[in-house]
Antibody
Framework: EVELVESGGGLVQPGRSLRLSCTAS????????MTWVRQAPGKGLEWVGF??????????EYAASVKGRFTISRDDSKSIAYLQMNSLKTEDTAVYYC????????WGQGTLVTVSS | DIVMTQTPLSSSVTLGQPASISCRSS???????????LSWLHQRPGQPPRLLIY???DRNSGVPDRISGSGAGTDFTLQISRVEAEDVGVYYC?????????FGQGTKLEIK
């Protein structure tokens, strides 16, 4: 059974950093791209970024709103995808979800990030 | 960026009646590989989204056949032939044809 579990969320002050993890199980993690999506309180879904599998270069894509501040990486040996978030802003407050592949066929439960002083 | 526009933004439907949600993209979603990467997601209150439909009309595993997708180019539709209580929540269309991937605003479905 495919499972994705996000962790690492919490309360952080503006300008600080936070790293989220997405631990996967139930499939061959290294074969799949991974996507990060966020949802601000009471709002819709916003695509954050994407990392290809190593077979496709392991390269990344980002939304304009996070480019230069957020970095997605992966450790296929541990089946974990990471979202490193730097220079956090209050508008980054959201539930952050990881999902499998471009098609987002499986989702984690999400982890809440609150950016506030 | 490709803008995804959904209509209506909310809908109240009687149990057993049909429901339909439209999604229009600001440009064609046909990828250079010939595939149209248009998906539909459903999010129940307090839950993460769940993939219903991908590539316009392919149902994800476990999705009942009373839920279907159709369309082409820039105009797409999600149809529920007979609404059940479990269908309440918010529906999103999303495109994965071009980066950045984008979502529609969401359509809230309620039971009348």
């Amino acid at each position: 059974e495919v499972e994705l579990v996000e962790s690492g969320g919490g309360l952080v002050q503006p300008g600080r950093s936070l790293r989220l993890s997405c631990t996967a199980s139930g499939f061959t993690f290294g074969d799949k791209a991974m996507t990060w999506v966020r949802q601000a309180p009471g709002k819709g879904l916003e695509w954050v970024g994407f990392i290809r599998s190593k077979a496709y270069g392991g390269t990344t894509e980002y939304a304009a709103s996070v480019k230069g501040r957020f970095t997605i990486s992966r450790d296929d040996s541990k089946s974990i995808a990471y979202l490193q978030m730097n220079s956090l802003k209050t508008e980054d407050t959201a539930v952050y979800y990881c999902s499998r592949s471009w098609g987002m066929d499986y989702w984690g439960q999400g982890t809440l990030v609150t950016v506030s002083s | 960026d490709i803008v995804m526009t959904q209509t209506p933004l909310s809908s109240s439907v009687t149990l057993g009646q049909p429901a339909s949600i439209s999604c229009r993209s600001s440009q064609s979603l046909v990828h250079s590989d010939g595939t149209t990467y248009l998906s539909w997601l459903h999010q129940r209150p307090g839950q993460p989204p769940r993939l219903l439909i991908y590539r316009i009309s392919d149902r994800n595993s476990g999705v009942p056949d009373r839920i279907s997708g159709s369309g082409a180019g820039t105009d797409f539709t999600l149809q529920i032939s007979r609404v059940e209580a479990e269908d309440v929540g918010v529906y999103y269309c999303t495109q994965a044809t071009q980066f950045p991937y984008t979502f529609g605003q969401g359509t809230k479905l309620e039971i009348k």
